[in-house]
């Protein structure tokens, strides 16, 4: 069941909740712009003050016909005290006036059965004796637990289809409730009633789930494979909303994609705020929830919810999200945003059944798997990179690495401007230099040497150029982030837009080079 209204933020739903080991039973989510609420149904009171609701200390005695004249339901594997569900009529019980259904039953003789199973309080008044001494309050939760219905009246007359195991304890005339042979219907005097009280049905609030409890985005989605159309949002300090199961496919991804619009909206307003206290060089570009597959891992679904953060030349990964200036010195790790490649992973590079997946292989050629819940998300986060690659080498222009050619120290310089300029390191002469649209072809060994093909101006012959570096992946990484930052440079559609420099546009990118890779080579082929 669904209700729009005219605000795309706005979304409301009646759904089934799992949460913990109870029954599953209805909720109705509310998300609006900057909130997500989970209400459950309950009869509270909305006028009137319920004197009874206090605990109250009530001695009764045991009956040779009719016991207690008690019936008592629930117990703590209910999630609720025990209670009492039915009253008799003529009974000890009701003429105290003291009792009413409702009270949960909290101390007998003396003895807190609060979190008691429904047998052993069973058992507790079985031992009682004659004269049981009984502390009681009237719960919030009893009514919607006794399924009692509501009466124009304001006064209620309990159902005997109401939930949890009910005992009359009907061995040796111990009776807690009436006598079996008493057909007497329940007076309505056992509901409790004062002048002015009213009682309604109504949603009441059971968590609420804001998207901003710190500066940072603090939620995640995760779709639970071992439930079909079931999703929960977790909050980064614990607070949890319980499996949401939706009838649907369709609606259940409709709720994610709604949720994560609404997310991504605070994410930018957030990004906003935090980069005012960072200078321009080290502005947030880019941050969220993902899930990153355990390195080792032999089974499906093995993954550890991270936080991912672009900011300036660098990719954090936080275990939390990091709320100070301090926690950005206290990432699990970083990487440089140029010496990491980003790849959208396609179906057949999936490595399990998760969906909208994508790898970073790092400077060390170490390569982590990331997953989100949505097709839009992925995209997100393939714009951030790109953002955050193309800012990163337009501010630096130039790279400089240390290689080996021939047995010497050289230098090898990837310029912005000029393209790829090799020097002696000791004399720092120039031996040779290419522009980007020189370069054919690239091979390297997977260990430490590239093979360069540049096709000479003058005589359109290739020439090939070896080196030899002690951070390979990082050189072969940083060569295609500048050729992507040049490619992305020279497109209109980038280039045209004013908000090429703002941290918010992810920009517009066109493929720059064909990669073919396996584990120990990387072959790029540009068409400049």
Known sequence: M??????EETKTGIYLLQDGNQEPFNVRLH????????????????????????????????????????????????????????????????????????????????????????????????????????????LKKTPAFLKLPLCEDCTCVPSDQSSGTSSPLCDSGLHLNYHPNNTDTLSCSSWPTSPGLRWEKRWVDLRLIPPNLSTNL????????????????????????????????????????????????????????????????????????????????????????????????????????????????????????????????????????????????????????????????????????????????????CKTYACIMESHLMGLTIDFSMGFICFDAASKAVLWRYKFSQLKGSSDDGKSKIKFLFQNQDTKLIEAKELEFSNLFAVLHCIHSFFAAKVACLDPLYVGSQARRNQDHCGQFRSVAQIMTNRSTFWYVYSM
């Not at 609006?32 to 005695?61: H, N, W």
């Not at 159309?229 to 939706?246: E, K, L, P, R, Y």
């Not at 709320?323 to 992973?345: G, H, N, P, Q």
């Open 218 to 397: 603090i939620k995640y989605l995760t779709t639970f494979f071992t439930m079909q159309n079931a999703f929960q949002v977790i909050a980064v300090d614990g607070v949890c909303s319980g499996v949401i199961q939706c009838l649907t496919s369709e609606d259940c991804l409709d709720w994610l994609q709604a949720i994560a619009a609404n997310i991504s909206n605070l994410t930018k307003h957030n990004i906003k705020k935090i980069n005012r206290n960072f200078p321009v060089n080290q502005q947030i570009i880019y941050m969220g929830w993902v899930d990153e597959r355990e390195q080792d891992s032999l089974q499906d679904r093995m993954y550890t919810p991270k936080f991912l953060a672009l900011r300036g030349s660098s990719l954090f990964k936080f275990s939390a999200p990091p709320v100070t200036t301090w926690d950005w010195t206290r990432a699990e790790k970083s990487f440089t945003v140029y010496e990491i490649m980003c790849k959208i992973l396609k179906d057949s590079d999936l490595l399990d059944q998760r969906k909208n997946c994508f790898s970073l292989q790092t400077e060390s050629g170490e390569d982590m798997f990331f997953s989100v819940e949505l097709e839009c998300e992925l995209t997100l986060w393939e714009k951030a990179f790109q953002t955050a690659t193309f800012l990163e080498v337009e501010r630096i222009q």
């Open 31 to 138: 998300l609006a712009k900057d909130i997500l609420t989970i209400q459950e149904q309950d009869v509270i009171c909305v006028s009137g003050e319920p004197f009874y609701s206090s605990e109250r200390t009530v001695t009764i005695r045991r009956q040779t016909i009719g016991g207690f004249g008690l019936s008592i339901k629930g117990g703590a594997e209910h999630n609720i005290p025990v209670v009492i569900s039915k009253i008799s009529k003529e009974q000890k019980a009701e003429l105290s006036g003291l009792l009413f259904i409702g009270d949960g039953i909290l101390q007998i003789n003396g003895i807190n059965v609060r979190n008691y199973r429904h047998e052993e309080v069973v058992q507790v008044l079985r031992n009682a004796g004659e004269e049981v001494t009984l502390t009681v309050s009237f």
């Open 2 to 7: 669904d209700f729009r209204t005219s605000s």
